[in-house]
Structure formats: structure tokens, C-alpha cells
């Protein structure tokens, strides 16, 4: 008896071992927000998981006063790709780490784009951004990263309104 029970608990305990993981919510898709360089960059967009797939789809420049910061994605043919770049602009003042808005135009901007099969659908520019904050937590000039977190809304007449979310981004950037 004690055999067929202990057999009875070594099966159940087995079964539970080969259940399918819980999916990953759209958050947990996202990279860590880590501070050493690794070249990642993901948001949510209207609550799905943007994550630029290779360090390849990700850009980082940090020349005469402009920091640069940008990521993006291509899945496949027929499929919608999106884009986003952010600028900072010094202001009379070395980048720093900060938070930074992304309004007003003309000195800190975002754009976002959206295009299918590399044509452009929706591409909503830096005056079309609603609210937007871009917060450097690590800029290391001597190693060349910058990482930090950001946020903004923003519209395109005829086009959807795009709200990104829990974004962040870890890369090192060409000075």
C-alpha cells in the first residue's frame, strides 16, 4: 500500500513539473531596466510590448550637445513596425542624469512612427506630443552609457493616439 501511494505522489509531483509556464504579461517583455550598456530599449505602446529585437534596432549619439536615443522594431513582411527617437538638447548645461520633458518643442523632442512593409503609415511628430519625460538615471561619459526611463503621449490627425509607457533603455552611445 505504502508502494502505491508513495508511486501515486511521485506521478502527481512529475505532472506538475510539465505544465506549461504562465505566459509572460506585456511588462514582463519588456528588458530590465539595467545601467551598463547593454543595448536595449522597450516600452509599451498603447499597452503591448515594443522591444527592439537586436542591438542593431537600437541608436545612441552624444555630439555637439545633442544626446540621441532611439529603438525600434521589424517583425516581418505585412506586419506593423515602430519606431521611436528622443533628443535632448543642452540647454547651456552638460547632459546630466535627470529628468527631462519632451515638451515644448524645440529643444527636447520625440517622434514615433509606425510603418508597414518600410512605408511609413502614421509618423507623429515632436509638436504633436501631448506630455513626455525622458529621466537619464545613468549617463557614464567615460564609458560611453546611458540608461534611463521615459514616457510620453502623442497624436497624428487620422491616426491613433499612441501612449507609451514603462519605457527604458540601457546603450552605449557613439560620442
Known amino acids: 500500500m505504502i508502494s ?19 505566459p509572460l504579461t ?17 516600452c509599451l505602446v498603447n499597452g503591448k510590448a ?17 544626446l540621441e536615443i532611439g529603438g525600434g522594431t521589424w517583425v516581418g513582411p505585412d506586419i506593423l513596425d515602430y519606431g521611436v527617437r528622443m533628443d535632448i538638447i543642452e540647454q547651456g548645461y552638460l547632459i546630466q542624469e535627470a529628468s527631462y520633458p519632451l515638451t515644448p518643442p524645440p529643444y527636447n523632442n520625440v517622434i514615433f512612427g509606425i510603418s508597414k512593409n518600410g512605408n511609413p ?11 513626455g519625460m525622458l529621466t537619464i538615471t545613468k549617463f557614464d561619459n567615460k564609458n560611453y552609457v ?13 491616426c491613433d493616439t499612441i501612449r507609451v509607457s514603462d519605457g527604458r533603455f540601457d546603450l552605449h552611445y557613439a560620442p
Open 4 to 22: 502505491c501511494l508513495s508511486f501515486f505522489f511521485l506521478t502527481l509531483e512529475d505532472c506538475k513539473k510539465h505544465e506549461d509556464p504562465k
Open 50 to 66: 515594443m522591444v527592439a529585437p537586436f542591438p542593431s534596432y537600437t541608436a545612441s549619439f552624444y555630439q555637439q550637445g545633442i
Open 146 to 158: 546611458v540608461s534611463g526611463l521615459f514616457e510620453f503621449t502623442t497624436y497624428h490627425s487620422g
Open 121 to 131: 503609415v502614421c509618423k507623429y511628430e515632436n509638436e504633436n506630443t501631448i506630455t
Open 26 to 42: 506585456e511588462l514582463e517583455k519588456l528588458p530590465p531596466a539595467t545601467q551598463v550598456g547593454k543595448n536595449t530599449f522597450g
